[in-house]
């Protein structure tokens, strides 16, 4: 079973920073990816930023320059730095989790945190 706690949402006034953090609990299988989706109200979830086991990282064109993700290996943490935030920006974010197991890749989902950017 694969346990996935998310943190560091809240309200931030836009050109703001927050850093989300998802850690992994694995137990038998090892990671292949994690990254973040967010979905707005009214709106389908959405990619922001995902990272690779190897390091390699992809992101969404509304978020490159503003948002990093990282990851700790060690930790099986991911963390997404958000920087110049916009009410844009506003939305449920959901870390995702991608492991390899026999059948292929299995994913999992945390429970979401709300980000809010506002005045």
Same mark, same amino acid.
């Given at each position: 079973?694969?346990?996935?706690?998310?943190?560091?949402?809240?309200?931030?006034?836009?050109?703001?920073?927050?850093?989300?953090?998802? /850690? /992994?609990?694995?137990?038998?299988?090892?990671?292949?990816?994690?990254?973040?989706?967010?979905? /707005?109200?009214?709106?389908? &979830?959405?990619?922001?930023?995902?990272?690779?086991?190897?390091?390699?990282?992809?992101?969404?064109?509304?978020?490159?320059? &503003?948002?990093?993700?990282? &990851?700790?290996?060690?930790?099986?943490?991911?963390?997404?730095?958000?920087?110049?935030?916009?009410?844009?920006?506003?939305?449920?974010?959901?870390?995702?989790?991608?492991?390899?197991?026999?059948?292929?890749?299995?994913?999992?989902?945390?429970?979401?945190?709300?980000?809010?950017?506002?005045?």
């Amino acid at each position: 079973q694969v346990q996935l706690v998310e943190s560091g949402g809240g309200l931030m006034q836009p050109g703001g920073s927050l850093t989300l953090s998802c /850690a /992994a609990s694995v137990t038998i299988f090892s990671i292949i990816d994690m990254g973040w989706y967010r979905q /707005a109200p009214g709106k389908q &979830r959405e990619v922001v930023a995902g990272i690779h086991s190897s390091g390699r990282t992809v992101s969404a064109e509304s978020v490159k320059g &503003r948002f990093t993700i990282s &990851r700790d290996n060690a930790k099986n943490t991911v963390y997404l730095q958000m920087n110049n935030l916009k009410p844009e920006d506003t939305a449920v974010y959901y870390c995702n989790v991608g492991l390899g197991t026999m059948a292929g890749r299995q994913e999992y989902w945390g429970q979401g945190t709300q980000v809010t950017v506002s005045s």
